[in-house]
């Protein structure tokens, strides 16, 4: 698993890891039941506050990726896949509409925008 | 508590050699003056070894660290006094070491051994002494004490000259010729037991003074 | 418990400075960074909490308990570490050692050594002969072989260089793995705190100006920057601090999305360090006298 945290970024580093662990999930590089690491490890490996790890966690807690058993640890949540989909599908959805906001203030046609898509797509 | 005074003697290891070649200069230069050699060396230790415990607080700061640990201001206050007792221990066992040294190699001087009266002497000065400056180092700090206690320590080697003096005058000869007369039916215990109890009280009257001024002390 | 020590309303005055009626609180578990210029009244605070010296008003609690009344239980479960060294120069550290450890009941030589050996310290020289950065990791590591559950450091990082300081950070990170320790620790720099500290606490002329968890200090101040014509009466009331040149203006503001929504897109928000919080609120009132 790799967390990488820009200290110049305007997103908050608890984001941050949030973003970066869902990936791993939805990519499947984190699987149900395999744990992470603790919040106090993550915090001094990271070199970042215990509540901004701490706060990550809940975060993720909240929204059902992970599980955390007092005493145990926290781990990835066992999730059924049409769950995850779903879960994936609005994360994606999210950053189109960014990418739609954005074409729309530049005048970038629909069209044009969805040539865009099919193309990356393509080369992904 | 004991680890405060052994504190006090590690870090005057040298001091405690230097005393030690102290008394032998004593054995030397007073062997002249009759009755004097054994109180004034021991008397000028327990001084010294007192002096340098201070010192080397005030040049350390170590107040501050010393009230961080988990020790009561009473202790460090109570340390300093029980360990006058110690350094008196110290300073009879240096002149020992040296009258017993100069004596064995057969050097030609006059060597005046230790007494229990003149340990007894020694006890009531420093008591004496230390009721007197304790308190005021423990008020203003060694540095700026350091001058009070040259004048306090020669006043101690020429108030009992005066006194001597003082003895000769008839006037007051027979009040005191009244009191050796009783004293003289005590035996050497009594007195020596007697002195002690002075030099207690003072030093137990000197040691709340100085807590209730060590208490009250911003570091 | 959940706090490990509690501060209300402390008092402290003398001749030329008074420590007005301070109060925050320190979690266990948890490290906070004690900011201020220097004067502001970080020491005093300290050597407050320690009893070094008397307080006028106020209530100090440790572990939940009257700093005072329990004063030797609770120094048993502190450690200190102070930006000079108090221990007796003329001694080995070894002697040293040999000295301290009896005054604490959990003193662990096995903690002792550990740390010795981590620092590469040499156990049969003299504290005078120490380095001040060496002189510092022998301080923490006094301050740590009895498994203290509160450090408490005033200004341990003062003129050390870069790399001792990483490794004094460091050391302060692996401490709190275990979740019933804390640390307070003061200092002037403060990038020591941008990465480890959990909560900040920022004293400037006797008064707490803030004190707060780090993210969400960092999350909600901003600095802005923009054209000096945005800037009227009544937008520069939204600044802690501002500062003019003949280009624009540069502002610390505590609440990004209010300036935001003051001056829309025409402003640049960027994420304040602590320094840049600590600037401009200490500095601030005298840029607002030369605007005028």
């Known amino acids: ?124 | 508590m004991l680890n405060l005074i052994i504190k006090d003697i590690l870090v005057q290891k040298k001091t405690l050699l230097f005393a030690l070649g102290y008394c032998f200069f004593l054995v030397f230069a007073f062997q002249t003056m009759e009755g004097v050699t054994p109180v004034a060396a021991t008397t000028a230790v327990v001084y010294l070894l007192i002096q340098y415990s201070f010192a080397y607080e005030d040049k350390n700061k170590s107040d501050i660290m010393l009230n961080s640990l988990p020790v009561s201001r009473k202790e460090i206050v109570l340390a300093k006094y029980l360990s006058i007792f110690v350094y008196l221990g110290l300073a009879v066992l240096a002149y020992m070491v040296a009258t017993l040294l100069v004596s064995a190699i057969k050097i030609p001087i006059r060597v005046e051994f230790l007494s229990l009266q003149g340990i007894t002497i020694s006890l009531l000065l420093v008591s004496l002494m230390s009721s007197i400056y304790l308190p005021i180092i423990f008020r203003i700090g060694y540095l700026r004490a350091k001058m009070f206690n040259m004048v306090l320590f020669l006043l101690f080697f020429f108030i009992p000259m005066g006194v001597v003096s003082l003895l000769k005058n008839p006037e007051y000869s027979t009040a005191i010729d009244d009191i050796i007369r009783k004293l003289s039916s005590w035996s050497d215990w009594q007195i020596a037991s007697m002195l002690a109890a002075i030099a207690l009280i003072l030093l137990s009257f000197s040691y709340s003074i100085s807590l209730s001024i060590y208490k009250n002390r911003e570091f | 418990m959940k706090n490990i020590l509690e501060v209300k309303k402390l008092r402290k005055s003398f001749k030329n400075f008074t420590l007005n009626d301070i109060s925050f609180t320190l979690p266990r578990g948890y490290i906070m960074g004690f900011i201020g210029p220097n004067g502001a009244g970080k020491s005093t605070t300290i050597k407050l909490i320690m009893n070094l010296l008397k307080k006028e008003g106020g209530q100090i609690n440790i572990f939940g308990k009257d700093h005072i009344k329990h004063e030797k239980e609770i120094k048993n479960r502190i450690g200190f570490v102070y930006d000079e060294n108090h221990f007796y120069e003329e001694l080995t550290l070894h002697e040293m050692k040999y000295i301290i450890a009896p005054f604490y009941k959990s003193w662990s030589d096995k903690l002792f050594d550990k740390y010795m050996k981590i620092f590469k310290l040499p156990a049969n020289k003299r504290i005078k002969e120490l380095s001040k950065g060496m002189k510092m990791k022998y301080s923490l590591t006094i301050a740590l072989s009895h498994d203290p559950e509160l450090l408490i450091m005033d200004e341990p990082t003062s003129g050390l260089d870069p790399i001792v300081r990483s490794e004094l950070l460091d050391i302060l990170s692996d401490l709190i793995q275990d979740e019933n320790k804390s640390v307070f620790f003061s200092t002037h720099i403060t990038s020591d705190l941008d990465k480890v500290a959990d909560y900040v606490t920022f004293i400037h002329d006797g008064s707490i100006i803030l004190s707060a968890a780090k993210d969400d200090i960092l999350d909600n101040y901003g600095i802005v920057k923009g054209g000096t014509d945005l800037l009227n009466e009544y937008t520069q009331k939204a600044f802690i601090g501002i500062r003019k040149n003949n280009f624009g203006f540069e502002g610390l503001v505590d609440d990004r999305d209010k300036a935001r929504n003051l001056f829309k897109d025409n402003i640049v928000i960027d994420k304040p360090s602590l320094e840049d919080i600590m600037l401009y609120t200490v500095r601030g009132n005298q840029y607002a006298q030369s605007n005028h």
């Open chain 1, 1 to 124: 698993m790799k967390i990488i945290i820009s200290n110049s970024s305007n997103e908050p580093i608890y984001q941050q890891i949030v973003r970066q662990l869902k990936e791993g999930i939805l990519k499947g590089h984190l699987t149900a039941g395999s744990a992470l690491p603790s919040i106090r490890g993550l915090a001094k490996e990271l070199h970042i506050s215990v509540i901004t790890t701490k706060r990550a966690y809940e975060e993720l807690e909240k929204e059902g990726f992970i599980e955390t058993a007092p005493g145990r640890g926290s781990f990835v949540a066992v999730q059924n896949r049409e769950l995850l989909r779903k879960k994936g599908l609005a994360i994606v959805e999210e950053k189109l509409a960014e990418a739609v906001l954005t074409a729309k203030s530049l005048d970038i046609s629909c069209e044009e925008l969805s040539k865009l898509l099919h193309q990356l797509y393509k080369e992904a």
